[in-house]
């Protein structure tokens, strides 16, 4: 994953606060791959494996919370794409990214996969039960666009 560091610096420079989960240990970043039985892109295992998820307060990337893949609270990767599959019928293809006030739902799409593997971020309409475009090409375009907004 590319070094974000002068990004997330510009972000705390404009006066967004940011909140990190702490970092994900490849036993379970593995482990959230099996309970979800997908295998995530490496843009995606890097950033859990240095950040965990988290990003700016009330605007926050799903992630592994405490180094536990299985924990199913609100902002975990494993509990926002189990009530998105649960409540608005996600398909198991996706894996929710960033889920926000049970309105917006951004999921990594594992059925589209680039030459690197890395899969396209996708915006999924919780009203209408389908994919409404592609947000970013990889979680590492979607990663950048994220802080840029933000600086």
Same mark, same amino acid.
């Given at each position: 994953?590319?070094?974000?560091?002068? !990004?997330?610096?510009?972000?705390?420079? =404009?006066?967004? @606060?940011? &909140?990190?989960?702490? #970092? =994900? #240990? #490849?036993?379970?970043?593995?482990?959230?791959?099996?309970?979800?039985?997908?295998?995530?892109?490496?843009?995606?295992?890097?950033?859990?494996?240095?950040?965990?998820?988290?990003?700016?307060?009330d605007a926050e990337i799903s992630g592994i919370e405490d180094n536990h893949a299985a924990l199913?609270?609100? /902002?975990?990767?494993?509990?926002?794409?189990?009530? =998105?599959?649960?409540?608005?019928?996600?398909?198991?293809?996706?894996?929710?990214? &960033?889920?926000?006030?049970?309105?917006?739902?951004?999921?990594?799409?594992?059925?589209?996969?680039?030459? #690197? /593997? @890395?899969?396209?971020?996708?915006?999924?309409? !919780? &009203?209408?039960?389908?994919?409404?475009?592609k947000i970013a090409d990889s979680f590492s375009d979607f990663f950048k666009d994220?802080?840029?907004?933000? =600086?």
């Open positions: 994953m590319k070094d974000y560091s002068a !990004l997330i610096d510009n972000v705390k420079k =404009a006066d967004n @606060e940011l &909140f990190w989960l702490g #970092s =994900a #240990s #490849s036993d379970q970043i593995n482990k959230l791959e099996k309970i979800l039985e997908v295998k995530l892109p490496e843009s995606f295992r890097q950033f859990l494996s240095e950040y965990g998820g988290g990003g700016i307060i199913d609270n609100g /902002g975990t990767v494993f509990g926002d794409t189990l009530t =998105a599959r649960e409540d608005y019928e996600l398909p198991e293809n996706l894996i929710v990214v &960033f889920f926000k006030d049970y309105e917006i739902c951004w999921c990594l799409d594992s059925s589209s996969t680039d030459n #690197s /593997g @890395e899969y396209p971020v996708v915006s999924y309409n !919780l &009203f209408h039960h389908k994919v409404d475009n994220y802080l840029e907004l933000r =600086a």
